[in-house]
């Protein structure tokens, strides 16, 4: 079963408002071949319940580096590949993007990122820092309004 399923309306405000569904989950890539398989089964078992009418767009990042990592969708032993897939849509219109790439398992948490608001909050407002005060010790600058 897919794992890191997250429902970003569950996890922001902003999201929960606007008329869209945003959603992240890992998979091996056997279950990715699944999912190719029969796409509105497995996202209904992830709990994404989709109108019959709503089309299913699937965007495969890196293709090439998949077949490299996990030919025919099998992972060797000692192979960590994991599947990202982020979809999007569905709320008014009949569409839900899911956009995946491969990648591996020992990446997850080593990447720098600069957030453009802290975690506890829900947005950023514009013109402000990506670091903030709380997270860097860096008070964060504010640009000036270009005037007319």
């Known amino acids: 079963m897919p794992t890191k399923i997250v429902d970003f309306s569950a996890r922001s405000e902003v999201i929960r408002a606007e008329p869209f569904h945003a959603h992240f989950w890992e998979c091996t890539p056997a279950e990715f071949r699944t999912y190719l398989g029969r796409p509105r089964d497995f996202l209904r078992k992830l709990g994404i319940v ?11 990042e890196n293709h090439d580096g ?20 982020m979809g999007t849509g569905s709320a008014t219109r009949s569409l839900y993007r899911v956009v995946s790439y491969a990648r591996d398992e ?11 608001h802290g975690v506890s909050r829900q947005q950023a407002r514009y013109g402000e820092a990506l670091a903030l005060r709380e997270e860097t010790g860096v008070k964060p600058t504010k640009e000036k309004k270009e005037r007319k």
Do not use: H, W, Y
């Not at 989709?50 to 495969?60: G, V």
């Not at 998949?66 to 897939?85: K, L, W, Y």
């Open 50 to 60: 989709l109108p019959r009418e709503c089309r299913i767009e699937t965007t495969i």
């Open 66 to 85: 998949m077949e490299d990592q996990a030919p025919g969708f099998e992972s060797d032993s000692g192979n960590d590949t994991v599947i990202c897939n």
């Open 106 to 116: 020992a990446s997850t948490g080593n990447v720098k990122k600069n957030l453009l």
